[in-house]
């Protein structure tokens, strides 16, 4: 911890650096929480310092959350409204399921947070406009939950490699046959793929949420920089 600490401090004394990002999940023996409060909210690229956050529940201007940014900019793209939809998000992570929840709720979406304890989780979920799926189980999203023409957003990834379990989800796709020979798996969102057909929207995994995600820390790294030079 104290050799991480010293390095956050240095990068934080550093006026050559404008982004700031720790890898998680950390190690269990390191605490993620204090770990994040080391970094100063102005170089907070990942946009999850306390400060960051508290922001974002004022709607005030601020670094957001990369994933959740890229969840609303897919959103954007379809041309779906988000005012005045519902939305359901599965998965309360203070990385993706909460600060969307904020961010669509800023939007003027009415917003519902599922996790393990939802009574009737398929039943909620049904009900969404936009469907946000971000809790990391394998497939676990099937049509019970979609309700027809849903905009339905995969943010999870999971390993699979189960090669029937690959052909049930995929049938006989190339590409997941390749992954299974090359790297003895194949990533798979939380939500089945076979759900296609009921949703208006279905985002993949890979390339789906993942790619929004990178672009995001790179708009906020900009972001940060203008912000410290008062070019914003």
């Given amino acids: 911890m104290d050799a991480l600490h010293d390095r956050i401090r240095a990068l934080n004394d550093d006026e050559a650096v404008d982004g700031i990002l720790v890898q998680l999940p950390l190690p269990p023996k390191l605490r993620t929480n204090e770990v994040i409060g080391w970094i100063r909210p102005d170089k907070d690229v990942d946009g999850i310092h306390p400060e960051s956050l508290g922001l974002l529940l004022q709607n005030q201007p601020g670094l957001r959350p990369c994933t959740p940014m890229g969840v609303l900019e897919l959103i954007k793209e379809t041309g779906v409204a988000i005012e005045g939809r519902d939305a359901v998000i599965i998965g309360r992570s203070l990385i993706v399921g909460k600060p969307l929840a904020a961010l669509l709720t800023n939007a003027n979406a009415t917003v519902t947070i ?108 900009l972001e940060a920089f203008k912000l410290r030079r008062k070019l914003a």
Avoid: Q
């Avoid at 049930?168 to 046959?177: N, S, V, Y």
């Fill in 114 to 221: 599922c996790h393990s304890k939802t009574r009737d989780l398929a039943g909620t979920a049904a009900r969404a406009d936009i469907l946000v799926a971000a809790m990391g189980k394998a497939a676990f999203v099937t049509r019970e939950f979609v309700k027809p023409g849903a905009l339905v957003i995969d943010v999870g990834t999971s390993a699979v490699s189960e090669p029937e379990t690959v052909r049930t989800l995929f049938g006989d796709d190339p590409l997941r046959a390749k992954d299974l020979a090359d790297k003895g798996y194949t990533l798979v969102g939380d939500v089945d793929p076979r759900v296609i057909d009921k949703a208006g929207w279905l985002t993949p995994v890979p390339k789906g949420v993942g790619p929004l995600t990178i672009a995001m820390l790179m708009k906020n790294t």
